[in-house]
């Protein structure tokens, strides 16, 4: 295992992928860049590599076609596809039949802890939980799956300290993490006043800048969020327990059929 992050290939270049490069980006990293959706890519590596260069920091930024050459000459993989299990290990496999052995691999996913992922890979000493929050929050969860090593989790904790996060350590496995736990807690809450018709949204959303002194309410935030992330994030939940209380409002989901995704397309709860 090499002691240190050179190269990180980052698997999934959409809403928190991209977040991710940004934010790595700004220090000495080469960054290898793969999505299924090309036809941005190669603007997103033009506007990356400028920002790297106005920060005069060190290594390149590509952009791939193919997964396999994405990873292969990388230390580090994180995984940012949507929140489906089964494609989190269609990914997490080929990672790492492609991979060199020493590269770690993290999924950055809002709840699938990574030992429901590590079946998929051969290399179980070598995963783990690295959850970002949108680049604003500077941290960012790091867990545990059932093998992995010391020596794993502390060059993941080092790696987030060198991108000036904080990583939040999670010292058991749980399934949401720590303060995503928190959150996923209050939307839904927020998410059935809503659907039961209890409180209009802006009402929610004021109420909740006021109390917390932040800038944004939880149905700003989950505009921002994409609303599809926001729901298969919650049937994550349900899935997880079974508990029908855990199951996001049928109008979450009415409002996705209908492509109200927030502000990727303009509009969600509130119009863009
Ligand atoms: N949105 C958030 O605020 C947030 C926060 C923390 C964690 N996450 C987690 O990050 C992950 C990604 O979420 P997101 O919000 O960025 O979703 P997103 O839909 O914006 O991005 C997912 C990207 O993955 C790409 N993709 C789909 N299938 C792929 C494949 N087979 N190979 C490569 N790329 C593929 C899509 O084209 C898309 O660009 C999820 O697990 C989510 O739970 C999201």
Do not use: C
């Not at 002691?3 to 990293?29: H, M, R």
């Not at 749980?174 to 995503?180: A, H, L, R, W, Y």
């Amino acid at each position: 295992m090499v002691n240190e992050i050179k190269i990180v290939a980052i698997i999934g270049a959409g809403f928190l992928g991209k977040q991710i490069a940004s934010q790595t980006a700004f220090y000495d990293y080469t960054i290898r860049l793969y999505d299924v959706r090309t036809e941005t890519l190669e603007k997103l590596v033009k506007k990356i590599a400028r920002k790297k260069k106005k920060k005069g920091a060190l290594g390149e930024i590509t952009y791939h076609n193919n997964l396999n050459e994405a990873v292969s000459d990388a230390d580090l993989i994180i995984e940012a596809v949507p929140e489906i299990l089964e494609l989190k290990k269609k990914i997490f496999s080929q990672i790492d039949e492609n991979a060199p052995p020493h590269a770690i691999i993290a999924t950055n996913s809002s709840s699938i802890p990574v030992s429901r992922i590590e079946d998929a890979v051969q290399r179980k000493d070598k995963v783990l939980n690295m959850h970002f929050y949108h680049q604003a929050i500077p941290m960012v969860d790091l867990m545990k799956g059932t093998r992995t090593s010391e020596e794993t989790f502390e060059i993941g904790k080092r790696w987030i300290e060198s991108i000036e996060f904080t990583p939040i350590i999670v010292k058991k496995e749980s399934f949401g993490f720590v303060f995503n736990r928190l959150w996923h807690r209050l939307r839904l809450e927020a998410l059935k006043m809503w659907a039961e018709g209890i409180v209009d949204i802006e009402m929610m959303d004021i109420a909740w800048k006021i109390f917390t002194h932040m800038d944004v309410g939880p149905f700003e935030l989950m505009d921002t969020i994409g609303l599809d992330t926001v729901y298969n994030v919650h049937m994550s939940y349900f899935k997880e327990t079974g508990d029908p209380k855990e199951k996001p409002p049928q109008a979450l989901k009415d409002m996705i059929d209908k492509n109200m995704l927030g502000m990727k397309t303009k509009k969600g709860f509130y119009e863009y």
